[in-house]
């Protein structure tokens, strides 16, 4: 079925911990999101990528790095988790920059 | 500054309509989406307005005037799964989602 796959769904993890979540389309879209999403606020753009080879910094980038080594993985990784990174991450792709988003199902982190 | 503004909470009955507005303020516009989100769920995508006036697609309808900066989503025939949030997002000149934090709909039987 093609969609978007997210890895882990959920994890908890120490803070100071290195930490990836992993992002795999099989649409074929250029664009690919990383969002966090927090109680009471809209979703907010970590990173994105319009196309392989090529990112870019969101709204909230700080703590978080992002790859695009091909059309189909975007993977997120946190350096060194802190508490206030705990939240619910999104990954979506879209065909175009101003198409419909796709998302995955996310992947909720706990930083203790 | 860019922001959506959109109610936190509606509740509404099973069977009837319900209208939830968003008014938007974006450094230009390039058009304005209504997503839906289950609880514990991923956004899906409901409707896309660019020109002014009403987009009907089944049950749901969407409504934009540019000129007035608002949106509403308006759904019919309410059924219970209906029941989630619905996020009110714009996009600016320079194709920057902004987010609203969206509207809880509560359907009651």
């Known amino acids: 079925i093609a969609g978007i796959t997210q890895a882990p769904t959920s994890q908890i993890l120490a803070a100071g911990r290195r930490m990836t979540l992993r992002c795999t389309q099989d649409?074929?879209?250029?664009?690919m999101y990383w969002y966090r999403q927090d109680l009471g606020l809209g979703l907010r753009l970590i990173h994105y990528?319009?196309?392989?080879?090529?990112?870019g910094k969101g709204e909230v980038p700080d703590g978080y790095s992002v790859s695009r080594a091909n059309t189909d993985d975007f993977p997120l990784t946190l350096a060194s988790a802190v508490p206030s990174q705990t939240s619910v991450y999104f990954c979506?792709?879209?065909?175009?920059?101003?198409?419909?988003?796709?998302f995955g199902e996310g992947s909720r982190l706990t930083v203790l | 500054g860019q922001n959506i503004d959109q109610p936190t909470e509606m509740t509404a009955t099973e069977g009837a309509i319900v209208q939830i507005n968003c008014t938007y303020q974006?450094?230009?516009?390039?058009?304005l989406f209504w997503y839906q989100q289950h609880a514990g769920e991923a956004p899906t995508f409901l409707s896309y307005?660019?020109l002014d006036g009403l987009e009907e697609k089944g049950r749901f309808s969407s409504f934009l005037s540019r000129s007035k900066g608002y949106s509403y989503l308006l759904l019919k025939e309410l059924q219970m799964k209906d029941s989630a949030s619905y996020l009110c997002?714009?996009?600016?000149?320079?194709?920057?989602?902004?987010w609203g934090a969206g509207t809880k709909l509560i359907i009651k039987p």
């Open positions: 307005n660019v």
């Open positions: 974006t450094s230009g516009f390039n058009g």
């Open positions: 649409m074929r879209h250029n664009a």
């Open positions: 979506a792709s879209s065909a175009s920059a101003a198409g419909e988003l796709f």
């Open positions: 990528s319009n196309t392989a080879g090529t990112t």
């Open positions: 997002v714009s996009m600016d000149s320079n194709y920057q989602l902004i």
